[in-house]
């Protein structure tokens, strides 16, 4: 078991794949639900708990941060669709459209 000093330190390199991670997730949803134009910056960074600012690094602008989002969702679209059976691809696929 892990006692909490260890668990605690995290490496700089891993802050930041989390840091990523949740903002990826945030703009997933956000994008999702509201679209493009109608979410902000602020919305997603504020649902990480973050400024803008670790947007601006990690993906350069809105765009970017879009395309990454996009980048992610056909990763995800295909590892769905390369299932061993197609009825297995198809549930997974649909699963994927209901997140």
């Known amino acids: 078991m892990e006692d909490k000093t260890s668990a605690q330190k995290r490496t700089q390199a891993q802050r930041r794949a989390e840091t990523r991670s949740a903002l990826l997730s945030s703009a ?11 979410t902000s910056l602020e919305a997603i960074a504020e649902e990480c708990g973050l400024t803008i600012r670790p947007i601006y690094y990690h993906f350069g602008s809105k765009q970017g941060l879009f395309l990454a989002v996009n980048e992610l969702l056909e990763q995800r679209a295909l590892q769905a669709l390369n299932c061993p059976s197609s009825s297995d691809a198809w549930k997974a696929f649909l699963c994927l459209c209901e997140e």
């Open 28 to 38: 997933c949803r956000l994008f999702g639900e509201h679209g493009y134009e109608s």
